[in-house]
């Protein structure tokens, strides 16, 4: 299991898996070597169990391996194939196979980083989507009010103003679609536009990027084996140095 070629060859195979399913797409491929594909899904799927009983070997003892959450994913996905195979259900079991190339994320551990970054954010995540929410909400109102004679279309309904904001904030055609012609009738029109832009794309989504930036940090210390005692510990450290060489230089004047 610690081979150094282990893991890269698990890697190779998941993307092997990952271009047959998406051949397979292909009704003319797929009638043509539909017989070649089954058989390397088969190998692949024999691999990736091999690899499963393997890590249960491995695991001492075998709970272990239920105790790590990636593991868990692994074990699901490619259990999931041995349960619907054979099934008339085609489409599910191809979707099934799809889904293996999320085992991407759990054997390459940048990747696991920034998905156990983004598990972290998610407690952070409802409190800034209600933030978000209730800016959308007040924009969508006075958005309604605004400009429902002038463009019904998007500001309509309370509902159309709010799709109308999810548009705007993804910064999609935005001024050259809703704004501009708004203008041509509301010339004061940009202030509204302006001002959610700014609260809403350069503040808020901002604030979610810098959220998730601080956790990805969290992840990398906790898999270093840091822990925020110790970075408090570093910075003591650090503050009681640069103390220590402010107070030479005190005593070093004194004595000239």
Partial sequence: MNHKAFQPTIIILILINAVIVGLESYRGLYESYGEWFVRIDTFVLIIFTLEIILKLIAAKPTVNFFKDGWNVFDFVIVSSSFIFMGSPFVTV?????????????????????????????????????????????????????????????????????????????????????????IMEEVWWAWTYFVAFILSGTFIVLNLFVGVIVNNFEKVEQLENGETPEDEQLKEEVTQMRQEIRELKEIIRDERE
């Fill in 93 to 181: 079991l191809r979707i099934l196979r799809v889904l293996r190339v999320f085992r991407t994320i759990s054997v390459i551990p940048s990747l696991r980083k920034i998905v156990n970054a983004l598990i972290m954010t998610l407690p952070s995540l409802g409190t800034i989507m209600l933030l978000l929410g209730i800016m959308f909400y007040v924009f969508s109102v006075m958005g309604t009010f605004l400009f429902r004679d002038v463009a019904p279309e998007y500001f309509g309904t309370i509902e159309d103003t709010l799709l109308t904001l999810f548009q705007i904030i993804t910064l999609e055609s935005w001024a050259s679609a809703i704004m501009r012609p």
